[in-house]
């Protein structure tokens, strides 16, 4: 008796039961050996649509999205660049190209500063090489949508001359609506970090970063980022010192610069608090007479020893190499110590008053709405 070719399939030892057909009848045989090289085909072909759509769909939500090991790595920013808000047109272009002659190989610029034009003569009058440079420039909040921020950043990278920068921030944590100071509800931070993603793949800048984020907005960005964030630039000064949160950003692997790293000495400032100017404040003049420095150098000091880099802004020659010298001067662990009781906790920059958000939420001297006391910014 023949069996009939499912039946034979049905069966363990089907190379067996081929032979034994084989030989009483080819041309069964033959039907035989087609079924089951269908079978095997059909199989073959199931199995191969299954793994592409696996890798396509399931794969990439099944792992993490946050590729955080490569946050703070891979370039390394210079410790001290040169800062240009409120720097004047008529003086920002020598104060660039002083400061890069003298040994600054980093700039801190941005959009909203009206300035990076003459900042970008500057750098071309300097004539160093693009690739010793590290340049800065940052997304204002205007610009957050993703048509806006493409014409942003293609305008910072043409004023500024340098073809591609190498830091691109998100200048706050809060976006307008186009070409106004109006809050725009319907952009999140999310939103924008994926337009930032898209810059950075774009090639226009090497690394993308955020900046005057409280923790809870670092944490919304760091556990939604394809790319992360390179750095973190807020105010941070021996007078708002925020350890803690410096220290978080070490432990994510998120660079920190800080900015106003001379407290109130910026004159925009002047009126925000009642301190005295941290320049004239007795601590810092006793530990700068130990030091042998300035005040200034002193306090720039103790931002770079602590690991933060540091962006101190002049237009002045005598001050920008005296910042520069703030990089040869060392602190005991005695001293750090008693710096860090010289903290104030207080804020110089909140603007969050003025467009009525509450910024700085979970971090030293927030935001108050309903304090009357204003705070001009
Ligand atoms: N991301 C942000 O939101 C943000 C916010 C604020 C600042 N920033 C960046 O951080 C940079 C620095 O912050 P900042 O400009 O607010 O303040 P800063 O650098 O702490 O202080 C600047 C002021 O200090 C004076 N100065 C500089 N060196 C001095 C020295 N050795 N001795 C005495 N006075 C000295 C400058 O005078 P002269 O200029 O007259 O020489 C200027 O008035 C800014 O330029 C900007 O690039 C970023
Ligand atoms: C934070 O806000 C201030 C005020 O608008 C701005 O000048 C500064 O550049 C912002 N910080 C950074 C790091 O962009
Ligand atoms: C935000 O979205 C709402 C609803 O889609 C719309 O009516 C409103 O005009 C939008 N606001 C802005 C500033 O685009
Ligand atoms: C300061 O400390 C650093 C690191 O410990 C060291 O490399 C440097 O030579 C020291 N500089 C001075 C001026 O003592």
Same mark, same amino acid.
């Given at each position: 008796?023949?069996?009939?070719?499912?039946?034979?399939?049905?069966?363990?030892?089907?190379?067996?039961?081929?032979? %034994?057909?084989?030989?009483?009848?080819?041309?069964?045989?033959?039907?035989?050996?087609?079924?089951?090289?269908?079978?095997?085909?059909?199989?073959?072909?199931?199995?191969?649509?299954?793994?592409?759509?696996?890798?396509?769909?399931?794969?990439?939500?099944?792992?993490?999205?946050? =590729?955080?090991?490569?946050?703070?790595?891979?370039?390394?920013?210079?410790?001290?660049?040169?800062?240009?808000?409120?720097?004047?047109?008529?003086?920002?272009?020598?104060?660039?190209?002083?400061?890069?002659?003298? @040994?600054?190989?980093?700039?801190?610029?941005?959009?909203?500063?009206?300035?990076?034009?003459?900042?970008?003569?500057?750098?071309?009058?300097?004539?160093?090489?693009?690739?010793?440079?590290?340049?800065?420039?940052?997304?204002?909040?205007?610009?957050?949508?993703?048509?806006?921020?493409?014409?942003?950043?293609?305008?910072?990278?043409?004023? %500024?001359?340098?073809?591609?920068?190498?830091?691109?921030?998100?200048?706050?944590?809060?976006?307008?609506?186009?070409?106004?100071?109006?809050?725009?509800?319907?952009?999140?931070?999310?939103?924008?970090?994926?337009?930032?993603?898209?810059?950075?793949?774009? @090639?226009?800048?090497?690394?993308?970063?955020?900046?005057?984020?409280? =923790?809870?907005?670092?944490?919304?960005?760091?556990?939604?980022?394809?790319?992360?964030?390179?750095?973190?630039?807020?105010?941070?000064?021996?007078?708002?010192?925020?350890?803690?949160?410096?220290?978080?950003?070490?432990?994510?692997?998120?660079?920190?610069?800080?900015?106003?790293?001379?407290?109130?000495?910026?004159?925009?400032?002047?009126?925000?608090?009642? %301190?005295?100017?941290?320049?004239?404040?007795?601590?810092?003049?006793?530990?700068?007479?130990?030091?042998?420095?300035?005040?200034?150098?002193?306090?720039?000091?103790? @931002?770079?020893?602590?690991?933060?880099?540091?962006?101190?802004?002049?237009?002045?020659?005598?001050?920008?190499?005296?910042?520069?010298?703030?990089?040869?001067?060392?602190?005991?662990?005695?001293?750090?110590?008693?710096?860090?009781?010289?903290?104030?906790?207080?804020?110089?920059?909140?603007?969050?008053?003025?467009?009525?958000?509450?910024?700085?939420?979970?971090?030293?001297?927030?935001?108050?709405?309903?304090?009357?006391?204003?705070?001009? %910014?």
């Amino acid at each position: 008796m023949v069996l009939d070719a499912p039946q034979a399939l049905d069966q363990t030892g089907v190379l067996v039961i081929l032979r %034994l057909l084989c030989h009483d009848n080819r041309k069964k045989c033959l039907r035989i050996k087609m079924i089951v090289f269908r079978v095997v085909f059909a199989a073959f072909l199931v199995c191969a649509t299954v793994y592409l759509i696996t890798i396509q769909y399931w794969l990439p939500t099944a792992t993490p999205p946050a =590729k955080t090991e490569n946050c703070g790595t891979g370039l390394e920013i210079p410790p001290i660049g040169i800062g240009t808000w409120l720097s004047e047109r008529d003086k920002v272009a020598h104060a660039v190209e002083f400061a890069l002659k003298s @040994g600054y190989n980093h700039i801190d610029a941005a959009l909203i500063y009206k300035n990076e034009d003459e900042t970008g003569k500057g750098i071309q009058s300097a004539g160093i090489p693009r690739d010793k440079l590290w340049v800065t420039s940052k997304l204002w909040n205007a610009d957050h949508r993703p048509t806006e921020a493409t014409i942003a950043i293609q305008k910072s990278v043409q004023d %500024l001359g340098v073809g591609y920068l190498d830091l691109y921030l998100m200048h706050w944590p809060v976006a307008f609506v186009p070409g106004g100071n109006r809050v725009d509800e319907n952009t999140t931070i999310v939103d924008t970090w994926r337009v930032m993603e898209n810059i950075a793949r774009s @090639g226009l800048t090497r690394k993308i970063g955020i900046s005057n984020f409280s =923790k809870r907005d670092v944490e919304t960005i760091m556990s939604i980022c394809q790319v992360c964030p390179y750095a973190h630039e807020f105010e941070t000064h021996p007078y708002l010192q925020q350890q803690e949160f410096v220290d978080y950003h070490r432990d994510i692997g998120v660079k920190v610069i800080a900015y106003s790293p001379l407290a109130n000495t910026n004159p925009t400032y002047k009126g925000n608090t009642k %301190l005295e100017p941290i320049l004239k404040d007795p601590f810092w003049v006793k530990l700068a007479e130990k030091k042998d420095a300035t005040i200034a150098q002193t306090i720039l000091a103790w @931002g770079h020893q602590r690991g933060t880099v540091i962006i101190p802004k002049s237009v002045h020659e005598k001050y920008i190499i005296e910042n520069l010298d703030a990089l040869n001067i060392n602190f005991t662990e005695t001293e750090m110590k008693d710096i860090a009781k010289q903290d104030k906790r207080v804020r110089m920059n909140n603007p969050g008053k003025k467009w009525g958000i509450k910024l700085f939420a979970d971090l030293d001297d927030p935001t108050q709405l309903d304090d009357d006391d204003d705070k001009e %910014l």
